[in-house]
């Protein structure tokens, strides 16, 4: 998973560096741009770059997104999940009414995100579970970021 962006003339004239790029053009927060910089995922013209660079007119700006994440912190438990959608980005589920989002002590094993730790196992897929919207436990209807 990656984003490529063009560089315009717009951006050459508004902003000093890549990073600036990152942050108000892309909206990469901070926590994402400094494990990014970390795992050295950003390149400027295929190129692995230092983000207080500046840039050309023209130059291509790629940030991957395929790092694997430690997310041994969610017990894996088997689940039956409905997947409404699903693509490289996102993963949306029907989240049962009943169903805790998030492990807590009343929920250890049996939380969604064990259910989707699970899958994402069985996919061979090593990111953290990132729910998009904190639903009640009595509410239905969760996506996922992956």
Do not use: Q
């Amino acid at each position: 998973m990656e984003i490529k962006y063009y560089i315009t003339k717009h951006d050459k004239s508004t902003y000093e560096n890549i990073h600036s790029i990152l942050r108000n053009v892309l909206h990469i927060s901070n926590r994402l741009l400094t494990k990014l910089i970390e795992k050295n995922c950003i390149f400027l013209n295929n190129s692995t770059c230092d983000t207080r660079n500046s840039f050309e007119e023209n130059d291509i700006l790629t940030v991957n997104f395929d790092y694997s994440e430690d997310n041994t912190n969610v017990v894996p438990t088997k689940m039956d999940l409905e997947i409404i959608y699903e693509d490289e980005w996102f993963l949306i589920v029907n989240k049962p009414a009943g169903v805790a989002i998030h492990p807590s002590i009343l929920h250890y094993a049996d939380s969604l995100s064990n259910g989707i730790k699970s899958y994402f196992d069985s996919i061979g897929l090593k990111k953290k579970i990132r729910p998009v919207n904190r639903l009640d436990f009595n509410t239905s209807r969760i996506g996922y970021f992956r």
